[in-house]
């Protein structure tokens, strides 16, 4: 299973959203390899950083080559989540295609959301004209707030499907990293943890009903 986390709009929380979850899963036994396929770097230092994530295994490829190894890591059987450039490139793109599962992290902001819609065909249109399996998801939001039900209702009716959990912008997420961690290391019944598993949880039931559908 390779789950690929992308979006062509910088600030979203892709290399947080990405993180996380690997912790998450890790933290249950699900042993995921997590690959730094960014330039910036951003989950290799937090993995330099005293926590190291939690023991999550990174690897460091933002070659044109990222998508190869993902599939090789994944063909043993395990989980491989992808943290993507935020820019369009053959490593993007190649990248999207091995994806079992895309996630799109959006920010609650009108300017974000145009930016996804104009962009979100190079994310779910495959060369050979099949979509992924993806879900949007809401990131750095204020839970029930008017904008972000806004943007969610917008986001529905332009047919593309979020989910139900979100991000909330929290300074758990920021203070974590500071130690290269992940709220779910610092305290798993924490709120950020909760909405972490809540997260990881839909994704999973939505593999599972798509896998058990096949």
């Not at 959006?106 to 104009?118: A, E, G, H, W």
Request: a neutral charge; proline letters at 5%.
């Amino acid at each position: 299973m390779i789950i690929t986390v992308a979006t062509l709009k910088g600030g979203s929380g892709k290399s947080t959203l990405a993180s996380c979850l690997a912790v998450h899963w890790h933290l249950r036994g699900r042993r995921p390899t997590l690959i730094d396929a960014d330039p910036q770097r951003s989950i290799v230092r937090l993995a330099a950083r005293e926590r190291a994530l939690g023991g999550v295994a990174v690897v460091e490829d933002a070659s044109e080559e990222a998508s190869i190894n993902a599939r090789r890591l994944a063909g043993g059987g395990g989980l491989v989540i992808i943290d993507t450039p935020g820019f369009r490139s053959k490593t993007t793109l190649d990248c999207l295609a091995a994806a079992d599962f895309l996630l799109v992290p959006v920010k609650p902001s009108p300017f974000d959301v145009d930016r996804m819609l104009d962009t979100l065909s190079l994310l779910v249109e495959r060369a050979d004209g099949r979509r992924p399996l993806f879900r949007c998801l809401l990131t750095q939001t204020t839970r029930d707030s008017v904008i972000a039900k806004h943007i969610r209702s917008e986001l529905a009716a332009a047919g593309l499907p979020v989910l139900h959990s979100e991000m909330t912008n929290r300074v758990g997420y920021p203070e974590a990293s500071l130690w290269g961690a992940t709220p779910s290391l610092i305290s798993w019944k924490g709120p950020a943890a909760r909405e972490i598993a809540a997260i990881a949880d839909e994704v999973d039931m939505i593999i599972g009903a798509q896998q058990a559908a096949a």
